[in-house]
């Protein structure tokens, strides 16, 4: 079994930082690309950013320059540094990795952590 999960979520003022972690465990072969999706109130779920097992990475437009998206191949994981965060940027982020198991590969989803910013 592959499971996902996020962490480091939290309140923050606009302009303030965060720093999103992604871990992926369980009988893993290898994992294709991770990638970052928010979902805020009312909205559809988008892609915020994504990074390839060669580190090829592309971000959603709103956060470009501000947002940067890295992983560690050897401990599985993804990093999501936000920085400048604007109000807009609240919602619930969530870390997608596409991993090759013994069964193929397939999709897993992380449960998702809360992002606030307001003053």
């Known amino acids: 079994q592959v499971q996902v999960a996020e962490s480091g979520g939290g309140l923050v003022q606009p302009g303030g930082s965060l720093r999103l972690s992604c871990a992926a465990s369980?009988?893993?072969?290898?994992?294709?690309?991770m990638s970052w999706y928010r979902q805020a109130p009312g909205k559809q779920r988008e892609l915020v950013a994504i990074i390839t097992s060669g580190g090829t990475s592309n971000y959603l437009g709103s956060v470009k320059g501000r947002f940067t998206i890295s992983r560690d191949n050897a401990k599985n994981t993804s990093i999501l540094q936000m920085n400048s965060l604007k109000p807009e940027d609240t919602a619930v982020y969530y870390c997608n990795a596409n991993i090759y198991t013994t069964g193929g590969l397939s999709t897993y989803w992380g449960q998702g952590t809360q992002v606030t910013v307001s003053s």
């Open positions: 369980g009988s893993i072969v290898a994992i294709h690309t």
